[in-house]
């Protein structure tokens, strides 16, 4: 039903930072959780970052923990990641998924129902 649009995604230096954007069209998002994962070539869809768009709480990948953060822009019906001291391992596709997930199911992929295209993300210098 949502449709999900994520931007920002570039080529950055190591060091550098990144904001990321997870736009809903056709609505908000209401009571979901709105996560964002992420793919490097070759490997899983990994686990990033979430939150509850209504009733809050951020969840964080212990790999990202201190350098990233997640965030809600009410006004404008997006959730943005927020990404600093990027380093090469966080090359990847970044993928925002919505769902229900209970807390012990937040940062599996399998729990979000709804994603949108992705954004490359390049960490080199």
């Known amino acids: 039903q949502i449709q999900l649009v994520e931007s920002g995604g570039g080529l950055v230096q190591p060091g550098g930072s990144l904001t990321l954007s997870c736009a809903a069209s056709g609505g908000s998002f209401g009571d979901f959780a709105v996560a964002w994962f992420r793919q490097a070539p070759g490997k899983e869809r990994e686990f990033v970052a979430s939150l509850r768009w209504s009733m809050g709480g951020t969840w964080y990948a212990d790999s990202v923990k201190g350098r990233y953060t997640v965030s809600k822009d009410r006004a404008a019906s997006r959730v943005l990641l927020q990404m600093n001291s990027l380093k090469p391992e966080d090359t990847a596709v970044y993928y925002c998924?919505?769902?229900?997930?209970?807390?012990?199911?937040?940062?599996?992929?399998?729990?979000?129902?709804?994603w949108g295209q992705g954004t490359q993300v390049t960490v080199s210098s």
């Open positions: 998924g919505t769902g229900r997930p209970i807390e012990s199911t937040m940062a599996t992929m399998r729990a979000y129902s709804d």
